[in-house]
């Protein structure tokens, strides 16, 4: 069955949306996203998605589009026409169409972005069975551009990193910069030595997860103490446990690292712990 998507002010079969060929999205990789969970038909963390949308398009100068106030409205009423019990909302906005193809953007205040919502349907989400087993990453280089606090569509590289995960037999990739740990591909990273859970501070080169934040949040009110700062892989492969945080993935162990297994070499108490809390947590909040 053929999804209905949201473009641009219509609710439309997936068959039928367009978007312009000149759209600078397609041309330059000059949008921005966010992704929402959605867990017993109900969004997860939406408000916080929806500030760092609205950051995001700040820093770009990209104008809000018109229906930026009903974005609730909009994710809500996909998730009833698609019947998602459990999957994923992603949005886009992008700078628009305005013309020809040219590396200056016009102004924002007379270019119409474009708005596409769809939704993901993904059975099992918040039970997922890799959770109990924990998943392998590699190191790579982190050769992103330096503002990786936005959100943006610009995604070659971490697409590249997967695959150079799955060349390796491994799941996922953190990327290193300078000898630390920024990020993984679409996630954000963590070790706990000694219960102490550690993750990279905020900045430029790391994008502001939004289940990051109330991850944390989580760990915080459950007395764990949490210190934000870079790690290195060595630290790493020395840590008690690893794991990662995104809007699909929750809280996942992280069991090997580079070959080389973390800790016991299976999920630690931590991370699971961190998981179920957050997703209690979560679904109490859900809109």
């Not at 019990?85 to 972005?113: C, H, K, M, N, W």
């Not at 939004?210 to 840590?239: G, H, K, N, W, Y």
Request: negative net charge; proline residues 5%; charged residues 25%.
């Amino acid at each position: 069955m053929s999804r209905t998507v949201y473009l641009n002010g219509e609710y439309l079969p997936e068959t039928e949306a367009k978007v312009s060929i000149f759209d600078r999205a397609f041309l330059m990789a000059d949008g921005v996203y966010e992704v929402t969970s959605v867990l017993g038909g109900k969004l997860i963390d939406f408000a916080g998605h929806a500030r760092r949308l609205e950051r995001s398009l700040a820093e770009l100068d990209i104008k809000k589009p018109a229906a930026f106030g009903d974005l609730l409205e909009i994710h809500r009423k996909l998730v009833d026409l698609n019947d998602i019990s459990e999957g994923l909302i992603y949005l886009q906005v992008t700078r628009g169409a305005p013309g020809d193809r040219d590396f200056a953007f016009p102004d924002p205040e007379t270019t119409e972005p474009t708005l596409v919502l769809f939704t993901q349907n993904k059975p099992g989400l918040s039970d997922n069975p890799v959770a109990k087993k924990g998943i392998k990453v590699i190191s790579i280089d982190d050769i992103r551009w330096g503002r990786r606090d936005i959100k943006t569509v610009q995604l070659l590289y971490p697409s590249m990193g997967k695959m150079m995960a799955r060349k390796a037999g491994a799941d996922d990739a953190w990327m290193v910069e300078d000898g630390f740990v920024t990020e993984g591909t679409s996630n954000n990273a963590y070790i706990v030595k000694d219960g102490k859970i550690i993750t990279r501070n905020l900045g430029t080169d790391i994008l502001h997860g939004i289940t990051r934040a109330a991850v944390l949040a989580c760990a915080r009110e459950a007395q764990m103490a949490v210190e934000e700062r870079p790690f290195s892989i060595d630290e790493a492969r020395e840590a008690d446990e690893a794991f990662l945080t995104s809007a699909s993935a929750f809280v996942m162990p992280v069991v090997e690292i580079d070959g080389a297994s973390v800790g016991t070499g299976t999920p630690g108490p931590v991370a699971g712990r961190l998981r179920e809390i957050y997703l209690a947590e979560s679904l109490k909040a859900a809109l």
